[in-house]
């Protein structure tokens, strides 16, 4: 092993491990997780090879990589979740055995769920995440910068998740259910 590469591998380190732990933060939410993703990420980079890419090439290559292995490990996370049919099955068969007219319907938990999160950043993430816009197209048509829409995305994740968290074990499911659609996870 060349030292150079080593200590080029070092100094990338240093200058992206904290950007690309707030971007799985964002996706996370969990600083633990997150940081755990960036250093295995980190650790295949070296492995593949990757850290040998030029920096033009580097950092974009290492943002997709750091959302991927976000995405992965939700979904590695979500294993124990039903999915959507088997949630529909097990709300049909509950709600003929109970006619619980009180039991919300997933439209109302979701539109519920956007409800909770403020005007500007729920236009935004309607936006990426329904008419699937690029944050450069949202920005553009907003007159704000792509970093704006960056954050008030990673805002509504974080505040979708908060509501999640505040909420019981099948409305859970079912609001992660539908988020993960939305999300695309």
Known sequence: MRTDRKDRFKERFQKHYSRLCH????????RDDSEDIVQELFINVW???KDELPENEFVPYMNMAVRNSCIS???GKQDG?????EHMNETSLVASEEHDENRPHPEEVLEDALSSLPPKC???????????????EIAHELNLSEKTIENQMTKAIRLLREYVSQKGVLLISVIFVVVSVLLNL
């Open 23 to 30: 971007i799985a933060y964002g996706y996370v939410a969990n």
């Open 81 to 85: 979740t039903l999915s959507i049919d």
């Open 122 to 136: 729920k236009e935004i993430f309607m936006m990426a995440k329904l008419r699937n816009m690029k944050y450069r």
């Open 73 to 75: 490990f939700l979904r």
């Open 47 to 49: 492995n593949k090879g």
